[in-house]
């Protein structure tokens, strides 16, 4: 069980995700994580990088989409401003969030990429659901209250363990 928290690739930003990779591993959609993935839950306004990031993935042909607990108002503003499908107050990490998502990008589990900050809804359902997960470092900013005194102490301990008996660490690209 404990295998389903741990992400197949840790890396400490969106745009580190190398899109060639993406490619070599035979990977056709992305879905990411909304909040602290790609924006900061705080704001309405994304990187230079994580735009460039997007544009980039789309041009070279992949199918990206938003898979995002938040709430409905929040997603569509946000996915209207990269013109990207989404799903909204998905429900994670439950299997019918990503089977939707997957559905809107038109791919299956072995050819989509999950990218999120948060192992207990972006991993273990990224996972539960049969797709490869990438992990990144939460954006700085505010976090949901639960996610700040629950969560992340306990993603702490899952990323300790994966550290010392994993060897896993950020920037490795299986």
Do not use: C
């Not at 580190?16 to 309405?44: A, C, H, M, P, Q």
């Not at 550290?163 to 896993?168: A, M, V, W």
């Amino acid at each position: 069980m404990h295998e389903l928290l741990y992400p197949k690739t840790y890396v400490p930003a969106v745009e580190d995700i190398k899109i060639d990779w993406l490619r070599e591993k035979g990977f056709k959609g992305v879905l990411f994580d909304l909040d602290n993935t790609i924006i900061r839950r705080d704001s309405y306004q994304f990187t230079q990088e994580v735009l460039l990031y997007i544009e980039e993935l789309r041009s070279q042909g992949f199918a990206v989409g938003l898979v995002s607990n938040s709430r409905t108002r929040r997603v569509r503003i946000i996915a209207g401003q990269l013109d990207l499908p989404a799903v909204e107050r998905a429900g994670k990490p439950l299997l019918s969030a990503f089977r939707r998502g997957m559905e809107m990008l038109g791919t299956k589990p072995e050819e989509t990429v999950l990218v999120g900050d948060q192992i207990f809804t972006d991993v273990l359902g990224g996972n539960l659901a049969g797709l490869h997960t990438i992990l990144v470092k939460p954006l700085p900013g505010k976090d949901f209250v639960g996610t700040r005194l629950i969560t992340r102490p306990l993603e702490r301990l899952v990323l300790a363990r994966l550290s010392k008996y994993k060897g896993l660490s950020y920037g490795k690209l299986d």
